[in-house]
């Protein structure tokens, strides 16, 4: 399928924008279908293939189409997360209704951050103007939706989730939820990962230019920190930007400890489809609660996974990182005690702090 014919098909979300290129200032448009979305953990580079059908177009040009599409705009939500805190078993989850069209961490949103880092920069590569209209351009494209589609919930990657206050001014009717855990497990769910020090390390630098600019004690340097005192510095930054998204958009948006969403998954379910105006009867709520989506790791089905064996992992992870564990956690107490920000973030988060 020709980039142009896709294109005469932009109505559907069959036609799906994968890829945004600034450089070129294009769009990578493929064909997908909607039980793709439902089976892709993830809508990045890894659902292209030898198979897959599209072609770039110019920015302009789909701008353009879009802005001439009829409109059958359906509810637009997301889900905001500081990673590894259940975001993409939620996701799932909301599959379950049958209503729900999700988009998981479209690509886009990535480059949309970044661009958004240095707007107002020299080195950037686009106008205030231009931004704002290829902001608009994919948020109407993330609208879309099939006939049994009453909301599009598009799952925001961690790394990108500082960009929540921009999709939430543009997109006034959007509501949200936002996930996070308290420093003790998050840091072991962190350092517990194969590739967890590679993860921490390739999102470290942005993640510190943040932290840095909202609060006023000098954080040490990158290369100075331990795995310990980097997971906590990830998680950190993150929470404070969850933190300020929740004052700053209390009515909207909703906050979700993944502990508790376990401990109490009907309930929270329950809460989570109210706050985006879903139908949350007790049969569809009971259906979602015995999803097998609840026993497989949901960023890859294939692998059984639930409760008990994330516990046993969390376990493991305090054993064998203990002492990089402990490390993260003093590093977080001793920013408390000089910083009056972050003490606030790990008071709201339930860090015991002596």
Known sequence: MTPEALLARLASPDVYPQKLDLIRGGLLLIHFGEEAYRSSSF???????????????????????????????????????TGHVGSTLVSRLLDETGQVLSLREPLPLRTLAEARDVLHAPESLLGPEHFDRLLETLLRLWRRGYAATRSVVVKVTSSAARLAPVLLERSVESRAFYLNLRAEPALATLLAGANSLIDLRGHGAERLRRLSARIGTGIPPLYTLSPGELAAMSWLAESMTRREVLDRFAARVMAVDFDDFLGDVAGSMHRILVHLNLPADAARIAEISASPALTRYSKAPEHEYGPAVRAQILDGARREHRAELARGMLWLERLAGSEPAIARALDHAGVHRP
């Open 43 to 81: 809508l990045d580079d890894r659902i292209l293939g030898p198979a897959t059908r599209g072609g770039w177009l110019s920015v302009e040009l789909v701008a353009q189409a879009v802005a001439q599409l009829a409109d059958g705009a359906r509810p637009l939500h997301f889900i905001f997360h």
